[in-house]
């Protein structure tokens, strides 16, 4: 339990304590913005190989007993997180890393960023969330919570990266756009335009949700997803 709290901890500070301060700044100015996003990504993703590792060694601590209710709606939670995490994956988006010049675009916000400009993060959250109401051991806990407080802090780590960066088209996106979702659309600030999302990203959606469903959980976890 030592190994997953520690790689989680890894994977949370070296989000909040360099990426999301000055500190990623300096980094860049010493080593360039390429080798930096080359590390960032390697440490990421050293981070999440070696909470899975733990999590997988770590023994079972049960602190509740999931109702069924909560398995059922778990399944719920996880395709709507799967399906905001296709589509932010698929949709340009001035807060995604490396697509920062799409501020300055004639129309900054489209599609699934009219409801939120942080699906993907947004898709995590409902993905975790889910897990944690599936599960009720101390090792998702600390697996899946971690997953779901970065999702919830990101945002404000990333609006104020981009703030910094470029103060005026900033202001404009963000004017446009809330981080959470349908804020703006409620607020009039911008429109439900469904068109702009199109029929093909949510069909990609429910077909990756099915594959995970039917079988790359079980392939890769040893659990069905109807078993949880």
């Known amino acids: 339990m030592i190994s997953l709290l520690l ?7 070296i989000h909040i304590f360099v990426s999301g301060t ?9 080593i360039g913005e390429k080798a930096y996003s080359g590390l ?23 602190i509740w007993i999931p109702e069924v209710w909560a398995r059922h709606l778990t399944v719920i939670l996880v395709f709507v997180g799967v399906m905001l995490v296709v589509l932010g994956l698929t949709t340009k988006n001035p807060t995604s890393a490396g697509q920062e010049g799409a501020l300055s675009s004639d129309e900054p916000a489209q599609g699934i960023i009219r409801i939120t400009r942080h699906p993907f993060l947004w898709g995590v959250v409902f993905w975790a969330a889910g897990h944690l109401l599936a599960r009720g051991d101390l090792a998702s806990i600390l697996l899946f919570g971690t997953f779901l407080l970065l999702s919830l802090i990101g945002p404000f780590l990333i609006d104020g990266k981009r703030a910094r960066r470029d103060p005026g088209a900033w202001a404009r996106f963000a004017a446009i756009t809330s981080w959470v979702p349908f804020a703006a659309i409620a607020s009039g600030r ?4 469904l ?5 093909w990203r949510p069909l990609v959606g429910i077909v990756v949700y099915l594959l995970i469903a039917l079988w790359a959980h079980e392939w890769l976890f040893g659990v069905p997803v109807m078993a949880m």
């Open 40 to 62: 960032f990504a390697l440490a990421s993703l050293g981070a999440i190989v070696w909470m899975s590792i733990a999590y997988g060694a770590a023994p079972y601590q049960e």
């Open 195 to 199: 068109g702009e999302i199109g029929w």
């Open 7 to 13: 790689a989680s901890g890894l994977f949370l500070g």
């Open 190 to 193: 911008t429109a439900l335009r």
């Open 22 to 30: 000055s500190l990623r700044g300096v980094l860049v100015g010493a």
